[in-house]
C-alpha cells in the first residue's frame, strides 16, 4: 500500500469538514489540484483565508463588508416596519432570491433546543424583543422551519413580544408541482393547517 504525503492527507482532512464531502470526494478534489497552477492554488487558498475578516451586519447578523448589510442600509426597507426573522444566512438568501419580500431581517443562528443546551439566552430573544419595539417594526414574520425546535422557538417569540405587533409564520405545505401521493404526513398536516379560501 503506498504512502501518500502528509500534504495531500492533510488537504482531504480539511476538505472533509465541508457538509456533504466525504474522504472519497475530498480525495477527488485534491487530486484534481494537483494539477493546478501554483497560482491557483494560491488564489483559492487566499479567497478561503480572507474569511476570517468576514463581518457580521451590527443590526441583523447578516455578511457584511461594513458595519450594516446591504439590505439595513436601504432606507426604504428599513421604513417597511416589516422584520422577518430566519434561522440562518442561507435562509435570508433563499427569501431575498424570490424578490418578494421588501422588509428586513433578523438571523437568530439556530432555535431553541433544550437538549443542546441552546435557550433563549443563546439566540438572545430579550435583545430581539427590544430591537423590535425600539424600532417600532408592526410586523414580524416568523420564517422558521417546521420542526418541534421550530415551532416552540416561534411560539416563545410570539408569547414576549407586545399584542401591538402583527406575527406571522410562513406558509409550509405541498410544493409547486408535488403530488399527493409522494408527500410525508407532516406536509400534508402542514398544508391543510395553511389553508386558504379559493
Known amino acids: 500500500m503506498i504512502q501518500l504525503p ?7 482532512e480539511a476538505l472533509t469538514r465541508l457538509p456533504g464531502v466525504g474522504e472519497k470526494t475530498a480525495f477527488r478534489m485534491v487530486m484534481n489540484m494537483t494539477n493546478w497552477k501554483a497560482s491557483e492554488l494560491m488564489s483559492v487558498g487566499s479567497a478561503l483565508a480572507s474569511l476570517q475578516h468576514l463581518k457580521l ?13 446591504s439590505i439595513c442600509h436601504d432606507g426604504i426597507r428599513q421604513s417597511s416596519k416589516t422584520l422577518c426573522v430566519v ?19 433578523h438571523i437568530l443562528g439556530g432555535v431553541l433546543n433544550p437538549l443542546l443546551g441552546v435557550g433563549p439566552d443563546e439566540l438572545k430573544l430579550d435583545d430581539l424583543k ?6 417600532g417594526f408592526q410586523d414580524v414574520i416568523l420564517a422558521v422551519n417546521p420542526s418541534v425546535e421550530g415551532d416552540a422557538t ?19 405545505g405541498i410544493p409547486i408541482g408535488g403530488s399527493l ?17 379559493f
Do not use: Q, W
Not at 427569501?95 to 431581517?105: N, Q
Not at 407586545?162 to 410562513?170: G, Q, S
Not at 401521493?181 to 379560501?197: G, S
Open 87 to 105: 434561522e440562518h444566512a442561507s435562509d435570508l438568501m433563499a427569501i431575498e432570491k424570490s424578490g418578494h419580500f421588501k422588509g428586513v431581517y
Open 154 to 172: 416561534c411560539s416563545f417569540l410570539k408569547s414576549i413580544l407586545p399584542k401591538t405587533v402583527n406575527v406571522e409564520r410562513i406558509g409550509f
Open 130 to 135: 427590544l430591537k423590535i419595539i425600539s424600532k
Open 57 to 69: 451586519c451590527r443590526d441583523c447578523g447578516m455578511f457584511a463588508e461594513d458595519d450594516l448589510c
Open 6 to 12: 502528509e500534504v495531500i492527507k492533510n488537504a482531504v
Open 181 to 197: 401521493e409522494y408527500l410525508d404526513p407532516m406536509t400534508i398536516t402542514k398544508a391543510l393547517e395553511n389553508r386558504k379560501r
